[in-house]
């Protein structure tokens, strides 16, 4: 339990962009760029690393954090079947009701249900930790400047601190945190999570793919944005083109 406490404590801090208060003055050194595969005008996203994000997800984050803006049928965007999020949704129980007797009741999930969160109400989430309301990540990547850089970061960030620094109980040691101190553990260790397409099970992999769903997750749409703006770059270059024609056509006989 402490160590959940810690975990939680130390992504409210990451969403929020500080640490412990009275140790954030210091500044936080920059995160590395990571070259996305959705960077640029013809970015799009990766499927398969969106896919084992995903499982991160599932498998680590979602035991304290929902993503209450997500639906389990939103899965598809990530190449998911049909049947792969039905059995995704059939896999948490969730709340219904009232029945026809007026009472709550469990039954298994649907792709059309929000992805289950794991505290059933928020004042139940405070109470396990210590009165902080652990961070719904729907947003965390748009929340934080950096995007999928600055959690990557953080996720790799951990180390061992400086010499002359002392470090209270519950607190670590993180290169990319504003002040350097957080309360979270790191979440990831190599091989803690399972992947079956052959992928390097090592945190760095672990935190870009689950950073590159958080991106996807904060802004689903992107790809269509991206390619609705290109086709509107390329009809006004067209239409330039034909309007300087035609105005050299009407006045061609002033000459």
């Keep these: 339990m402490m160590r959940k406490t810690f975990i939680l404590a130390g992504f409210a801090a990451l969403v929020m962009g500080v640490s412990v208060p009275a140790l954030a003055a210091s500044e936080a050194v920059e995160p590395p760029k990571v070259d996305w595969s959705s960077n640029g005008i013809f970015g799009t996203y990766d499927r398969a690393s969106l896919q084992r994000g995903f499982q991160v997800y599932r498998e680590v984050c979602s035991a304290c954090h929902g993503m209450n803006r997500l639906s389990y049928r939103d899965l598809a965007a990530l190449g998911y079947s049909e049947g792969e999020i039905k059995a ?43 009165g902080a309301l652990p961070a719904d990540l729907s947003l965390i990547a748009k929340a934080r400047k950096g995007g999928p850089d600055y959690i990557h970061a953080i996720l790799t960030g951990y180390a061992e601190a400086p010499e002359g620094t002392t470090l209270l109980p519950g607190q670590h040691w993180n290169t990319y945190m504003p002040g ?37 997750a904060a802004e689903p749409k992107m790809e269509v944005r991206k390619q609705t703006g290109l086709k509107a770059f390329l009809f006004l270059l067209v239409f330039t083109g034909v309007a300087y024609a035609v105005k050299r056509k009407i006045w061609s006989s002033v000459h």
Excluded: C
């Design 88 to 130: 995704i949704a059939a896999s948490y129980m969730i709340t219904d009701g009232p029945n026809e007797d007026g009472e709550m009741f469990e039954r298994a999930g649907r792709p059309s249900d929000r992805f289950k969160n794991p505290y059933p109400n928020e004042n139940a989430a405070k109470s396990v930790n210590n």
């Design 180 to 216: 350097h101190i957080i309360a979270m553990p790191a979440p990831l260790i190599d091989g803690q999570v399972a992947y079956e397409d052959g992928t390097n099970q090592t945190v760095d992999q672990y935190a870009k793919d689950v950073s590159h769903f958080l991106e996807w």
